[in-house]
Nanobody, 125 residues
Framework: QVKLVESGGESVQAGGSLKLSCVAT????????RFWYRQAPGKDREFVSG???????TYSDSVKGRFTMSQDTAKNTVDLQMLGLKPEDTGMYYC???????????????????WGQGTQVTVSS
């Protein structure tokens, strides 16, 4: 089991900035992918940014150039620096991790995906 806790969500004016953080605790794993998703009221949850062990960090087109994802592996945290916020960035932001665990034969096998409870970002015009 992996527990994720997000923080940093606030209400800001358009053009402002925020930094979200997500800390992971719990079981150990041999590799992982980590993502940020968001969900606006009445809309589906959408991908924002992600770190994939085999391809690095990627961003959705809607945030590319404004958001920066980073991670501190020693602290098991991922951050999302958000600049130039727009009202359409409003939503609940979720951190998620997909982990791979070691098998008795020594392989690293992909397993479960875990989600945090979310942190609310509200951008007013």
């Amino acid at each position: 089991q992996v527990k994720l806790v997000e923080s940093g969500g606030e209400s800001v004016q358009a053009g402002g900035s925020l930094k979200l953080s997500c800390v992971a605790t719990g079981r150990t794993y041999c590799t992982y992918d980590r993502f940020w998703y968001r969900q606006a009221p009445g809309k589906d949850r959408e991908f924002v940014s992600g770190f994939r062990s085999e391809e690095g960090i990627t961003y959705s087109d809607s945030v590319k150039g404004r958001f920066t994802m980073s991670q501190d592996t020693a602290k098991n945290t991922v951050d999302l620096q958000m600049l130039g916020l727009k009202p359409e960035d409003t939503g609940m932001y979720y951190c998620t991790i997909r982990v791979a665990v070691s098998t008795p034969s020594g392989d690293c096998k992909w397993g479960d995906q875990y989600w945090g409870q979310g942190t609310q970002v509200t951008v007013s015009s």
